[in-house]
């Protein structure tokens, strides 16, 4: 994979930038469930930035331009991670699957990832089972949402963890 982005720790100064992105990126899953009041569509800059104190936040690059974005929060052992945002223009290509990478291993002590998508979002539950996420909780939300809870949990054992490429073959 020719790989056009890197990946860096973003800043409270790309808040604006990742908030566009993620508004972008999550008017397609608004229309999915007919729901324009997603948590991420209402999303403020002051949230965004206030998140910075609480989460790491990493951001895609592609030609000086912010193009993706993903955050993680450490608690009780798991690594809470949320709003993996890539702009419409890159999606499908890879960065997705890289940031959410990049968080894992921003929390190398961390054995136990967990995430959430809704029940519809087909494309995203695809890209957390190729990258060794499994399901293990449903949960009914409002307005006839179910929210799939998914964890990957890492060997402790492995001192370097692989994780399943796009084709199903280890890779890092």
């Not at 293990?136 to 179910?146: C, E, I, K, L, S």
């Amino acid at each position: 994979m020719n790989e056009w982005w890197c990946i860096e720790k973003a800043t409270v100064d790309d808040a604006e930038t990742i908030l566009e992105i993620q508004h972008q990126a999550y008017r397609g899953e608004a229309a999915l469930y007919g729901d324009v009041t997603l948590p991420p569509q209402v999303e403020t800059v002051d949230d965004l930035k206030a998140a910075f104190a609480t989460h790491v936040i990493l951001k895609g690059v592609s030609n000086g331009t912010i193009v993706g974005s993903v955050r993680g929060q450490e608690a009780n052992g798991t690594c809470h991670i949320g709003r993996l945002v890539v702009t419409p223009a890159y999606q499908g290509k890879g960065l997705g699957a890289a940031l959410l990478a990049a968080i894992e291993k921003t929390f190398p002590h961390i054995r136990r990832f967990e995430l959430f998508t809704g029940h519809k979002s087909l494309k995203n539950l695809g890209l957390y089972a190729r990258r060794g996420y499994v399901e293990f909780r449903r949960q009914p939300d409002a307005d006839n949402v179910t929210l799939i809870f998914l964890e990957k949990r890492l060997d402790p054992r492995l001192e370097n963890p692989t994780y399943p490429s796009r084709d199903g073959s280890q890779g890092s």
